[in-house]
């Protein structure tokens, strides 16, 4: 009985022990896993992600303002525009 107690040292690898997964679900499990950060992380951080859209939106906001500006400034610079040349032309008919 002895013999069988050393000859039976079967050793079990820790994740079969402590998880219960096989090899080669252990190993399917570790690919998932890095696989699915890989992809949060592109997702978060990448061309096409969160971070950008956040800057991309925040930048819109900023034109959108800048044009609204540009178009009172503008309507101020007509007004004036259209006063000097009606002054222009009032000098012009008095002259004559």
Same mark, same amino acid.
């Given at each position: 009985?002895?013999?069988? /107690?050393?000859? @039976?040292? &079967?050793?079990?690898?820790?994740?079969?022990?402590?998880?219960?997964?096989?090899?080669? *679900?252990?190993? !399917?499990?570790?690919?998932?896993?890095?696989?699915?950060?890989?992809?949060?992380?592109?997702? /978060?951080?990448? @061309?096409? &992600?969160?971070?950008?859209?956040?800057?991309?939106?925040?930048?819109?906001?900023?034109? *959108?303002?800048? !044009?609204?500006?540009?178009?009172?400034?503008?309507?101020?610079?007509?007004?004036?525009?259209?006063?000097?040349?009606?002054?222009?032309?009032?000098?012009?008919?008095?002259?004559?």
């Amino acid at each position: 009985m002895s013999q069988e /107690l050393l000859e @039976d040292k &079967s050793v079990t690898p820790w994740f079969e022990k402590n998880l219960g997964l096989t090899l080669n *679900s252990f190993i !399917i499990a570790i690919v998932f896993v890095v696989a699915s950060g890989v992809y949060i992380g592109v997702l /978060l951080f990448g @061309d096409n &992600s969160l971070e950008v859209y956040m800057n991309l939106e925040e930048y819109e906001y900023k034109l *959108s303002n800048k !044009i609204s500006n540009i178009k009172k400034e503008n309507s101020l610079l007509q007004k004036e525009y259209f006063e000097l040349r009606e002054l222009d032309i009032d000098y012009n008919r008095e002259k004559k």
